[in-house]
């Protein structure tokens, strides 16, 4: 059974930073595409970045240069690193894992930019 764990949302001012973790379980994690994604109220749920098994990431435009995404396949872990953090980055973000095309989801952490 797979199992997405997420970690590290909270509150942040603009401009600040937080990094989010998700563990993952279930899956030959090295093999596979990670990736993160969030949906704001009102909205529908959108790709933020994503990384593959050799390390190739993918952002959406609205992060580039701001947001960072890795992973450690020893510690079966994904990670966003988020800097400059702005009001319209407040959303629940979540990790995803597509396992031989199938999608599977953590279960979401709130990441709130306010001042």
């Known amino acids: 059974q797979v199992q997405l764990v997420e970690s590290g949302g909270g509150l942040v001012q603009p401009g600040g930073s937080l990094r989010l973790s998700c563990t993952a379980s279930?899956?030959?994690?090295?093999?596979?595409?990670m990736g993160w994604y969030r949906q704001a109220p009102g909205k529908e749920r959108e790709l933020v970045a994503s990384i593959t098994s050799g390390y190739d990431a993918n952002y959406l435009d609205s992060v580039k240069g701001r947001f960072a995404i890795s992973r450690d396949n020893a510690k079966n872990t994904v990670y966003l690193q988020m800097n400059n953090l702005r009001p319209d980055d407040t959303a629940v973000y979540y990790c995803?894992?597509?396992?031989?095309?199938?999608?599977?989801w953590g279960q979401g952490t709130q990441v709130t930019v306010s001042s």
């Open positions: 995803n894992a597509n396992v031989w095309s199938a999608d599977h």
């Open positions: 279930g899956i030959m994690f090295s093999i596979h595409v």
